[in-house]
């Protein structure tokens, strides 16, 4: 059976469109059933959490034209939005309802709307307890 098909399938019936291109890390964790949305230009890294309702996109014109790299144990609250050519840093927390379009460095709070970042917070690791852990070579 083709990928595609069976892509489509799982993309319906757990409500999230991530297309078969985007690249993906190790690790990636969606906790629970409920839309989400990832450009197929994104790039997330290793052991990204996803909440419901998040969305992935792309700014189409402008100093921020293009899709976000989000990296390492980041965990990406509910109902967000994260778009345009930025980079999430690794380690980061990104709090539910806030609207990214900007580089959050590494170690990072992002709370609110309009967003406020808070730096050495680096509280990931409460939340991400499952790590796919590479092996070494």
Not at 36 to 49: A, F, K, T
Not at 78 to 107: E, K, Q, R, W, Y
Not at 117 to 137: F, M, V
Request: glycine share 12%; net charge positive.
């Amino acid at each position: 059976m083709d990928y595609f098909f069976i892509s489509r399938f799982f993309s319906r019936w757990c409500g999230f469109q991530i297309p078969l291109k985007t690249k993906i890390g190790y690790g990636l964790f969606i906790g629970h059933h409920g839309s989400v949305i990832v450009n197929v230009r994104s790039v997330l890294g290793d052991n990204c959490n996803l909440s419901p309702g998040v969305t992935i996109g792309q700014i189409s014109e402008g100093k921020k034209k293009g899709c976000p790299t989000i990296g390492d144990n980041v965990w990406i609250g509910t109902n967000l939005v994260i778009v345009g050519n930025i980079h999430i840093g690794n380690n980061s927390h990104i709090c539910p309802s806030s609207f990214v379009t900007f580089d959050v460095p590494a170690n990072s709070l992002v709370i609110g709307n309009p967003t406020v970042i808070n730096n050495d917070w680096g509280k990931t690791n409460q939340y991400i307890l499952n790590k796919w852990e590479a092996e070494k070579s």
